[in-house]
């Protein structure tokens, strides 16, 4: 046996990362239930914390709506899986690595959700965060990573993306879909869930074909700091998801 693996399965099963085990498996699971899931693809990791370069993801092969905490597989930043009975799909090792790593976020979540992936499909690329009160609270938070170059099947371009955020929590990806971290589960979560709700408003909006009606940026600004700067609503909902799908 490996002389690092009683350490590592002494880490994987300690109380804080089960319960990071566990946390993530819901955030799958809700993911699926609300629409936001693409087949077995798209990845959610969270950092391990005290362990540099370690974090959990969603294994390969597995709907959300099935992942359960047993599931979820443990790896480092070179790709080398430390635990976890199952494979793991190689374009979300150089993905999430990479986000944690420079971008130094705790919990990163790549969809292909549809409405924010719309939106990647126009010259804008994202969500325009002056229209909808939801879209709003994402005012600042931000960035655009244009260059689509095909699947991350390499370290370089997992670190492209993750250095085009510089600072911003979520990324939309051209041509591709979004990238929504955060320090705590249930706030990516809840940031996940309205984000999609945002850019499907302004899609339905668009396809109206009238002029849009944006705010001017300071009251923008304004409702972001309202909405962020206090996330009990994002804890309540992430506990009710706990007990609608256990």
Not at 18 to 45: T, Y
Not at 70 to 76: A, E, K, Q, R, T
Not at 141 to 169: C, F, K, P, S, W
Not at 178 to 196: F, K, N, P, S, T
Request: charged residues 20%.
């Amino acid at each position: 046996m490996n002389a690092r693996q009683p350490l590592t399965d002494e880490i994987f099963h300690s109380a804080a990362v089960q319960a990071l085990r566990a946390d993530l498996a819901l955030a799958l699971r809700a993911a699926a239930h609300h629409g936001l899931s693409e087949g077995v693809c798209n990845h959610f990791s969270v950092a391990v914390p005290g362990h540099a370069d370690v974090f959990l993801l969603n294994p390969r092969g597995l709907h959300w709506s099935e992942v359960q905490a047993d599931d979820i597989v443990m790896l480092n930043s070179a790709g080398d899986q430390l635990a976890g009975r199952h494979p793991v799909e190689p374009t979300a090792m150089f993905i999430h690595a990479a986000v944690h790593r420079i971008a130094n976020q705790t919990c990163v979540l790549h969809t292909h959700m549809p409405y924010a992936t719309a939106l990647t499909l126009t010259e804008a690329r994202a969500l325009d965060a002056t229209l909808s009160q939801g879209a709003m609270r994402f005012h600042g938070r931000v960035a655009v990573d244009a260059h689509y170059n095909g699947l991350a099947l390499d370290m370089g371009e997992g670190e492209r993306i993750a250095r085009t955020m510089q600072g911003a929590d979520v990324v939309f990806l051209g041509n591709h879909g979004v990238i929504v971290c955060g320090q705590r589960m249930d706030y990516a979560y809840d940031d996940l869930y309205y984000l999609e709700r945002a850019c499907q408003v302004q899609v339905l909006a668009q396809s109206t074909g009238r002029a849009l009606m944006p705010v001017d940026t300071k009251v923008a600004a304004l409702v972001a700091e309202q909405s962020n700067g206090e996330r009990l609503q994002s804890e309540l909902f992430f506990e009710s998801l706990r007990r609608m799908l256990p």
